[in-house]
């Protein structure tokens, strides 16, 4: 698959898509990065199968955008996301669907997106989740696929699929994570002010709001969560993370989960597989030292820990990521 600004993302519009996933793509693949990245990301484009195309509930009408042989040329297809789940999609837009499937394009349905590729025949045997209120009717609709109600985004290769509105952006940076690394990543996330890593694993729901990467707004765990961050090389641990906040591993593990919908362990690996990562992408030579200074240990640790994140052995992250790769 081809990368850089080469690398051609398509979405399609359909009568009654959601505006705020609309603008989610618009903002992580559409915008210019240049100035900041000093290359582009994506070749964007909107395209819909009719020349004004309402949205949802009316709020507005789209006009202006390609038509729906666009689609045909996305190396990244995002399938319509409507509300209205029990209408029919358009044929035209199920075939366009199936055309970029065949031909090896990478498809991503946002919210009620995994309905569109359900409908259209992609999704039987594969992994998908969808927005928790409609997993029911999904299920009865569409036994032959996987659906993972409870996550916040599957990535399950050639196929992905975000949970709910929010998600879009957490799949979004996923996808730029995946395709330029976490760097790049990380500058799209600060443009937009939203936390990087949330994991595709996590719940769909919260009970708090997620803090900011640099937040202190709350008390008791946005603060654990910069000090760690500082210390990542060191040997923390979920012990020593309950220790520094003055309570218990057992209610540490709790506003884990009531806050950031994860673990504590879940959390702390995540951060230092991305601290391992930028090390990479920035050019440190040895396997055996970033895995030291990320914290990850031995150098087969980082080697399991990023395979199992970005399907790359070291090696190859290098070579996709590291300066003149």
Not at 179 to 184: F, L, Q, R, Y
Not at 257 to 262: I, P, S, Y
Request: glycine residues 8%; positive net charge; hydrophobic residues 45%.
């Amino acid at each position: 698959m081809t990368q850089g600004s080469s690398h051609r993302v398509v979405v399609i519009v359909d009568e009654n898509s959601n505006p705020f996933e609309l603008s989610c793509a618009i903002e992580v693949f559409g915008l210019r990065r240049k100035a900041e990245l000093g290359r582009e990301l994506y070749d964007f484009a909107l395209c819909s199968p009719q020349p004004r195309t309402l949205m949802r509930d009316g709020f507005f009408t789209l006009t202006g955008v390609a038509g729906l042989e666009a689609a045909d040329t996305a190396d990244t297809l995002i399938v319509p996301n409507r509300p209205d789940t029990d209408v029919p999609r358009r044929p035209a837009v199920l075939d366009a669907v199936r055309r970029a499937h065949a031909r090896g394009a990478r498809l991503v349905g946002f919210c009620s997106g995994a309905f569109t590729m359900a409908e259209a025949g992609v999704l039987d045997g594969r992994r998908a989740t969808a927005h928790w209120q409609w997993a029911d009717t999904f299920r009865a609709r569409f036994p032959a696929v996987r659906l993972e109600p409870d996550v916040l985004f599957v990535d399950d290769g050639d196929i992905l699929t975000a949970a709910g509105s929010a998600a879009a952006l957490d799949l979004g940076l996923h996808l730029v994570r995946r395709d330029h690394g976490v760097e790049a990543a990380v500058s799209v996330s600060r443009r937009l002010v939203f936390a990087v890593h949330r994991d595709g694993g996590q719940r769909q729901f919260v009970e708090h709001p997620i803090p900011s990467l640099t937040s202190s707004a709350d008390p008791s765990l946005g603060p654990l969560l910069d000090w760690a961050r500082g210390r990542l090389g060191t040997p923390l641990t979920v012990a020593g993370l309950a220790a520094r906040a003055a309570v218990s591993p057992a209610t540490l593990h709790r506003r884990f989960r009531a806050q950031l919908g994860t673990t504590p362990l879940a959390w702390l690996t995540a951060e230092r597989v991305a601290l391992a990562c930028r090390l990479m992408e920035r050019g440190d030579p040895a396997v055996e030292s970033v895995a030291r200074a990320s914290g990850l240990g031995t150098a087969a640790n980082l080697r399991a820990q990023l395979r199992r994140r970005t399907g790359l052995t070291p090696s190859a992250y290098r070579e996709r990521f590291a300066p003149g790769a």
